[in-house]
């Protein structure tokens, strides 16, 4: 077992009530690692939306969702928050009182005084394209992020999609690649007017391929990939040679692991706390945020999910101080 990591408090999901948490238990002096999935910080403000305005937040009139999660970072970061990202957490064990080990798929280890469970909609889940046996090649040779760019260099890559994901990852990797197309079904795209600017500009002076069409078929052997058959959409085929194919097809959420770590859940998704403290049945683990709510979204936004953190904090400051009396 790795070297465990040992903290006052451990926060899974660095969305923006898990942030803003960082700031409450800051004021208390307790010192927080944040634990996400996702290879950036901001939950599903960063990952789902940066660009859309928000106008919901009090004494804020306007601002971006990647521009609320860049001020919370400034906001918190007096309190020296550590960040673990693109590490899901899989296993909570409790083995003290209170202390828990904590462990991702990444193999870290934390040992914390106080879990916080702030996983908002859960893990985000990739949509896999309808392609007969793609799982054959996946984790090969299909991959529905990218967590190292190096894995890629001098590859040919093969991006599918028309979303900022898939423009994004385009003109990031391009420079890397041996050889890159972007296949999409359709001219108009999702992504920033910007980004597909540049990516035009990329195929105009020949640097990578863009091509119109949906990928029918894989071949290759031993889950590793040779070649997509790709449909034009006058229902003609060419094959385009590639060793990676990156779909970018959006995200689902999912609560993945929280399910089994022992929280009482109501239909499989619920969370019931006591409102209070936000404290879940087993005493020293906190749920904050959206994923109060399970999938009732509408229920819990940015503004009153903040609130969560403080109600922990209240309720740790009471017990820090009862335990100071004893
Ligand atoms: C398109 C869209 C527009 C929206 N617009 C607004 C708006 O204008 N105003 C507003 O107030 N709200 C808006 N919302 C809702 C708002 O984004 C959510 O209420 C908010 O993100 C909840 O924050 P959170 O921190 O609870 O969870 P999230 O933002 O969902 O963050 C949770 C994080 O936990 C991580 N995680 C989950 N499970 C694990 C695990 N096992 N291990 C490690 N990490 C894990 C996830 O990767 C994620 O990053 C919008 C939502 C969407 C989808």
Same mark, same amino acid.
């Given at each position: 077992?790795?070297?465990p990591i040992k903290t006052d408090v451990l926060i899974i ?8 948490a960082?700031?409450?238990l800051?004021?208390l002096n307790m010192k927080a690692h ?27 009139? /306007? ?5 609320? !999660?860049?001020?919370? #970072? *400034? ?7 550590? %960040?673990? +990202? ?6 909570i064990e409790k083995i003290g009182d209170p202390l828990f080990r904590i ?7 934390f040992e914390a005084k106080v879990v916080m469970i ?70 108009? /795209? ?5 980004? !597909?600017?540049?990516? #035009? *500009? ?7 391929? %863009?091509? +119109? ?66 404290e879940?049945?087993v005493p020293g683990i906190y ?25 922990i904090a209240?309720d740790l400051k009471t017990k820090l101080?009862v335990a100071r009396?004893?």
């Amino acid at each position: 077992m790795n070297e465990p990591i040992k903290t006052d408090v451990l926060i899974i999901g660095a969305g923006p009530c898990g942030l803003f948490a960082v700031f409450e238990l800051g004021l208390l002096n307790m010192k927080a690692h944040l634990v996400d999935i996702l290879d950036k910080i901001g939950g599903q403000c960063a990952e789902l939306y940066p660009e859309k305005p928000i106008y919901d937040i009090p004494g804020v009139p /306007f601002t971006t969702a990647q521009g609320l !999660v860049d001020g919370l #970072m *400034a906001q918190i970061k007096p309190f020296e928050p550590s %960040f673990h +990202l693109q590490e899901m957490v899989e296993t909570i064990e409790k083995i003290g009182d209170p202390l828990f080990r904590i462990k991702t798929d990444q193999g870290k280890v934390f040992e914390a005084k106080v879990v916080m469970i702030a996983a908002g909609g859960g893990s985000f889940q990739p949509k896999r394209p309808p392609i007969p046996g793609i799982e054959a090649y996946e984790e090969n040779s299909v991959f529905y992020s990218v967590r190292k760019m190096e894995a890629f260099r001098d590859k040919r890559v093969l991006i599918v999609g028309g979303g900022d994901s898939a423009l994004d990852w385009t003109l990031n990797l391009a420079p890397l690649a041996s050889h890159l197309t972007l296949l999409h079904r359709r001219e108009q /795209f999702r992504a920033s007017p910007d980004s !597909v600017n540049k990516m #035009m *500009a990329l195929a105009g002076e020949g640097k990578i391929d %863009f091509v +119109l069409g949906q990928v029918s078929a894989l071949e290759g052997e031993g889950g590793r990939l040779a070649k997509a058959i790709v449909k034009r959409n006058d229902g003609s085929d060419f094959h385009i040679a590639c060793d990676a194919l990156l779909p970018f097809f959006g995200l689902t959420m999912k609560l993945g692991p929280v399910a089994n770590w022992g929280i009482e859940l109501k239909d499989g998704e619920l969370i019931p706390v006591d409102t209070a403290a936000f404290e879940s049945n087993v005493p020293g683990i906190y749920v904050a945020g959206c994923v109060v709510s399970g999938s009732k979204t509408s229920e819990i936004f940015i503004e009153n999910g903040r609130f969560h953190g403080k109600q922990i904090a209240d309720d740790l400051k009471t017990k820090l101080q009862v335990a100071r009396v004893k």
